[in-house]
């Protein structure tokens, strides 16, 4: 009895997997072409930062991450198929995203609040001006007046 139950399906599965999805065949997705394709945009997303070039981190970090977001939605959420409804989501999100940025800065941007203090990020903060305060006083100057700290 369970030989007859799987015979049709392994017969068939060729012609049968297009009459399945709506009537007409679609190409079949290469998924490991496509995880080969992520797999290499990932590389080059943690090499990139290496360089110490900010222009050259800024586009692997945020320009590669988009291309890699929109293969991902492309050929694995098969959004293409619900295509009026992906401007509504885009659109809230990112409104849900200025939300959320709007309102953490205020917390994050500040170093005090009604009943906390953030002790650590005021010394990085005086620390840092001091050096900048130290820096500056030796621009200008030949480098035997400059002064030993550097």
């Known amino acids: 009895m369970s030989d007859t139950a799987h015979a049709p399906a392994t017969a068939d599965h ?17 998924y490991v072409k496509i995880w080969g394709i992520l797999l290499a945009l990932l590389v080059v997303s ?13 586009i692997t970090a945020f320009g590669i991450a988009v291309v890699k977001a929109y293969i991902v939605v492309k050929y694995f959420m098969h959004i293409g198929i619900e ?6 989501l885009l659109a809230t999100m990112i409104a ?3 939300l959320m940025v709007g309102g953490i800065s205020p917390d994050v941007l500040k170093h005090d609040g009604a009943r906390w203090e ?3 990020a005021k010394k990085v903060v005086t620390e840092g ?7 500056g ?10 002064p030993a700290a550097h």
């Open 14 to 30: 060729g012609a049968g997997h297009g009459a399945g999805h709506g009537g007409g065949g679609h190409a079949h997705t290469n």
């Open 46 to 58: 943690v090499l990139g930062p290496m360089l110490e070039i900010r222009v050259v981190t800024l």
């Open 83 to 88: 295509k009026k409804y992906v401007g509504y």
């Open 96 to 98: 849900l995203m200025v």
């Open 118 to 120: 953030n002790v650590a």
């Open 129 to 135: 001006q001091a050096k900048g305060a130290d820096h």
């Open 137 to 146: 006083d030796a621009h200008g100057k030949t480098p035997e007046a400059a």
